[in-house]
Nanobody, 121 residues
Framework: QVQLVESGGGLVQPGGSLRLSCAAS????????MGWYRQAPGKERELVAR???????NYADSVKGRFTITRDNAKNTVYLQMNSLKPEDTAVYYC???????????????WGQGTQVTVSS
């Protein structure tokens, strides 16, 4: 079993900041990519930011310049620093890890349970 434990969501005013964390644990042999997706009510889940093992990052256009994703490989933890938050950033944020449980199997996607981020005055 692979467990992803998320933390850091909450209510913040427009222009404020939040930091999300996601720690992966359990039976995981290697991790390729770690990232964050979000889903707002009535909308599809979308990629927010992703960081792969070599350090390359990808961001949704809507968060470029405001959000920063980082990764601590030693702790199997990924962080999302969110600055200058806007009401349209309101969503449930899901941690995603792409990795392998053992040497002998291919990659799989693992998901956290989600953490609510609400940006409102």
């Amino acid at each position: 079993q692979v467990q992803l434990v998320e933390s850091g969501g909450g209510l913040v005013q427009p222009g404020g900041s939040l930091r999300l964390s996601c720690a992966a644990s359990g039976s995981i042999f290697s991790i390729n990519a770690m990232g964050w997706y979000r889903q707002a009510p009535g909308k599809e889940r979308e990629l927010v930011a992703r960081i792969i093992s070599g350090g390359t990052t990808n961001y949704a256009d809507s968060v470029k310049g405001r959000f920063t994703i980082t990764r601590d490989n030693a702790k199997n933890t990924v962080y999302l620093q969110m600055n200058s938050l806007k009401p349209e950033d309101t969503a449930v944020y899901y941690c995603n890890v792409r990795g392998r449980r053992t040497y002998f199997v291919g990659e799989s996607d693992f998901w956290g349970q989600g953490t609510q981020v609400t940006v409102s005055s």
